[in-house]
């Protein structure tokens, strides 16, 4: 939690450095999150593939002058990844990773043009704090009949492997979006991003032993809006 701490803080001396800011705005973001993991395993026996999850929670917004901003956000957020084996003579050995965190993005958000209508660049880092990590298996096993004559039965196993999982995992995050001013004050959002995990996110101990580590890659796409507060 030292590290929720830190992170708060330094978003909080943001919105400090921000009172002399034109406008400050609160609001809710929402959105889907493509997850993915990218593998360095030594003996390449797997294939891993995107996962959609959720992602959302409360955005705070502060304007340093009419195209600068700071953003802060308390999300949550899933990650994960499908896995299949691509060793052994059957080759269907099959998993899905659901990961929750509790995602606190300080991004800083550069915005175009002064109508309406504004796209925006924005980008900055994001610390993810571990909630839980569930993984449903699908795996085939042996079995053998007094004959000897051979077959396969297929076998669902769900196990929780946040033990597993490194508890807090740092991104870095960059994304465009385009946001409405409607003219009474609130102000709608679309926007999508890319983070990129510096995090061996692997806590496993034989892969640990076998140098076998993974980062989370995740697509955003997200919509919101934003409030002013006056």
Known sequence: ?????????????????????????????????????????PGNTQSVSVKPGVIGGAEFDYALDRFLAISFDVLYDQKGAYYRSTDGIYNQDSAAWTTGYLEVPLLAKVSFGRGAINPYLFAGSSIGFLLSNVEKLHTYRSTFVPDGVGGLYPVDTTADIADSTTKIDFSIVAGAGISFRFPTGPVLFFDAAYAYGLTNIDNYYWDKIYGISMFSRDIRLAAGILFPIK
Do not use: T
Not at 5 to 27: D, K, N, R, Y
């Open 1 to 41: 939690m030292k590290h929720l701490f830190l992170f708060a803080a330094m978003g909080f001396l943001a919105i400090a450095s921000a009172a002399h800011a034109q406008q400050m705005m609160i609001g809710v973001r929402g959105g889907a999150n493509f997850a993915n993991e990218a593998w360095n395993d």
